[in-house]
């Protein structure tokens, strides 16, 4: 297991760093503020109106995989409940059978090819669904949006596997905007690209370790099994992106929970026998003695969660519940690491405060690849 302190020394060590980083996934999640500005412009340039001009759609079916499937799931939860439009996530390449040209489908992948993209693509053309395709230019399902004359947005080649998510949500956002789903404001993308440049700003490379929080919480999680509590919906939407990215890229299997109605599991779990014993969640310790990975809470707040999200067997709220976990978890000795909170969370818009959550937990997802030397290993 690597140590904290030779840990550090990589992630502060800019020249080291650039040797173990080939696919330049640092200077990738560096530039999100810059991939949403640009493929603002691109959306723009898209003619959503050709997807829009029939009005608010019964259905928007959202085709999607890995980084497509998180976009949706952060778009849904962002809709919420009181949605007047159904809008379901599914991998393709099959269509709903119930969709028809009161339906809206979106296919979203940073390639633009395989059959789980260009297969419902067809299919949406066939039955004269309104098709919105989000991919690579100049990609088969560029073609496939062609010559269905639907409406098409072409991601630049530079975009870099694990971390184009801005990329495919951002037209999903713009496409909501204009539906009527969300709010102009709500839907603020170059709000989102200043928090992600504010981000890339405290946890870029040059940043050292005991100032920058991403290299903070990447040293944190060096010995961890991380449990991610979130609360509500879409901070629920955030650890799914969070753990997938954990585990992707550094190798380390996480366990999440969505708050209020995963308290009893959560809660479970942190009381639970791989809890650290009474003093062993010392930073400074001697780690030779280690017998493994101890659990971690990483908490993701969500201010607006809603103050009853919890159902009639279970009336607490998200909040309440996520004031139970962390009584729990300071009871069984469990460290906590809260993700990129602001201290008054109520100044900053809710979309942006999940950019700023995302943005740095894709920057320690890649620091703790690096200082384990995962991308040297799978990427020579």
């Not at 259905?59 to 009181?82: D, F, H, N, Q």
Request: hydrophobic share 45%; proline share 7%.
């Amino acid at each position: 297991m690597t140590s904290p302190e030779l840990a550090e020394e990589v992630l502060d060590d800019l020249d080291l760093l650039r040797a173990r980083d080939p696919r330049g996934l640092l200077p990738a999640v560096a530039g999100a503020g810059a991939q949403v500005r640009e493929t603002t412009q691109l959306t723009q340039e898209a003619g959503l109106q050709r997807a829009t001009s029939g009005g608010r759609p019964r259905g928007l079916v959202i085709v999607g995989r890995r980084e497509g499937a998180v976009a949706a799931s952060v778009l849904r939860a962002l809709l919420g409940p009181a949605s007047p439009v159904t809008v379901d996530v599914v991998p393709g390449p099959d269509l709903p059978v119930w969709m028809g040209p009161s339906d809206i489908a979106v296919v979203a992948t940073r390639t633009g090819a395989g059959r789980y993209a260009v297969t419902p693509a067809y299919e949406a053309a066939r039955r004269g669904v309104v098709l919105v395709g989000i991919g690579a230019e100049d990609a088969p399902l560029h073609a496939a949006c062609a010559s269905a004359r639907a409406a098409y947005v072409p991601l630049p080649a530079s975009r870099v596997q694990h971390t184009a998510l801005w990329s495919l949500l951002t037209p999903m956002l713009l496409l909501a905007a204009e539906l009527g789903l969300v709010a102009q404001d709500a839907a603020d993308t170059e709000l989102v690209a200043a928090a992600l440049d504010e981000a890339a700003a405290e946890c870029g490379p040059a940043r050292e370790s005991f100032v920058n929080p991403a290299k903070t919480l990447a040293l944190e999680l060096l010995d961890a099994l991380p449990v991610i509590v979130a609360e509500g919906p879409l901070a629920g939407a955030a650890a799914g992106r969070v753990a997938d990215q954990l585990a992707t890229l550094a190798g380390l299997p996480v366990t999440g929970f969505r708050l209020p109605d995963q308290r009893v599991a959560a809660r479970t779990v942190l009381g639970g026998p791989l809890a650290p014993a009474e003093g062993q969640d010392d930073f400074f310790r001697d780690r030779a003695d280690d017998a493994g990975r101890r659990l971690r809470l990483i908490t993701i707040r969500d201010a607006d969660a809603g103050e009853h999200d919890g159902g009639e067997r279970d009336p607490r709220s998200a909040g309440e519940a996520m004031a139970e976990v962390l009584r729990v978890a300071a009871a069984h000795n469990v460290p906590v690491s809260a993700l990129a909170e602001h201290a008054e969370p109520e100044r900053h818009p809710r979309l942006a405060r999940l950019a700023r959550q995302l943005a740095v937990a894709d920057f320690s997802a890649v620091y703790l690849a690096l200082a384990l030397d995962h991308e040297r290993a799978l990427h020579p």
